[in-house]
């Protein structure tokens, strides 16, 4: 099905329902956060019943966010839906245990630009090229159409400003500048946004962030680099995952690397791993042999075992992708 074929069977499904779910996926970042509530409130607007369900709570510097005070994470009781959206979600699992535990969701509509997308929805639109879900809801609301006032614009312009690394990342594109663009003609402040997301950290960030940077190690001549994010850790610094976000960017930065990668423990004998790449190697590829996906640049898989275990599997198949 073509993109705008796609678009008006989406925007058709909006005006013909009434009450809708909007989900995405688990441990959310700015991308999920801004997509989900920017499409609530733009549903709120045209006078329909849209609830935000969202497994894990929002990270703290994101909770400025218009609307972010109004996301549930556990499933409603007794209600049903006309139809549910999965925003910047790759796989169906990733909307979380009490997504399925809603009792009616009608159909599902996938939206989302991650190239590993497995099309689970009902009505699917995956564009890779999109910078990010937040740009893609900005076109959506475009076709409905809905006038974008800046509570929605703030939304969808601190998914697309985290997205795109502060506008740093490869996937940083014209369509990007121009929609942040579109954001600030409609109110949006970039310095309020910036100064909440990356000027004002908690302090159990500042006081894990040195027991992570202690196991920074290199492998393969510099060109693989990695830290590690322990349970132990973040218990010692009253430190909760989402705390851990843009801690991948350190060894990222480390002169030479073309690969760079987060372990984090989840539980024992498990932990979620992070991959960024500096272009030259695909980490979605790499991500998706533990059964993970993501951008070429960017990716995340689960692995079980104990720490070395999974270090040395990872590092394996990093290395043959070099």
């Known amino acids: 099905m073509k993109k705008a074929e796609t678009l008006r069977k989406i925007a058709e499904e909006v005006r013909t329902s009434r009450r809708f779910l909007i989900s995405a996926h688990e441990n959310p ?17 045209m006078g329909k019943e849209a609830k935000v369900l969202n497994q894990d709570p929002t990270p703290e510097a994101l909770r400025f966010l218009p609307g972010a005070g109004e996301i549930i994470h556990r499933a409603p009781e007794g209600e049903g839906f006309d139809a549910a959206f999965a925003l910047d979600c790759g796989d169906k699992p990733r909307l979380g245990v009490e997504f399925t535990r809603v009792q009616g969701v009608g159909k599902i509509i996938n939206i989302d630009h ?5 099309h ?3 009505i699917n639109w995956v564009d890779p090229k999109a910078s990010s879900t937040a740009e893609m809801i900005f076109e959506l609301l475009r076709v409905i159409p809905v006038v974008m006032n800046r509570a929605i614009a703030e939304n969808i312009y601190t998914g697309i400003l985290t997205d795109t690394g502060s506008f740093h990342y490869s996937n940083t594109s014209p ?9 600030l003609l409609a109110g949006v402040d970039p310095w309020k946004v910036a100064e909440k997301i990356y ?3 908690p302090l159990a960030r500042l006081r894990l962030l040195p027991l992570v940077l202690e196991t920074l190690e290199a492998a393969d001549s510099g060109r693989i680099s990695f830290v590690v994010v322990t349970q132990r850790m973040m218990k010692q610094t009253g430190a909760s995952p989402a705390l851990t976000e843009d801690f991948i960017n350190f060894p990222r930065s480390l002169k030479g690397a073309e690969v760079a990668l987060l372990f984090r423990e989840i539980e024992p004998e498990k932990y979620r791993v992070s991959l960024r790449s500096r272009g030259n190697v695909d980490v979605a590829r790499v991500a998706k042999e533990f059964q993970g996906g993501g951008h070429p640049s960017a990716a995340g898989c689960t692995v079980e075992g ?10 394996k198949r990093v290395k043959a992708a070099l």
């Open 114 to 118: 991650h190239v590993s997308n497995s």
């Open 199 to 201: 000027e004002t950290q």
């Open 29 to 45: 970042e700015g991308d999920a956060i801004g997509s989900v509530l920017a499409l609530q409130l733009a549903l709120n607007g």
């Open 120 to 122: 689970f929805g009902d």
């Open 175 to 183: 369509r990007a500048f121009a929609v942040a663009r579109k954001c």
């Open 306 to 315: 104990n720490l070395d275990k999974v270090r040395a599997l990872v590092l």
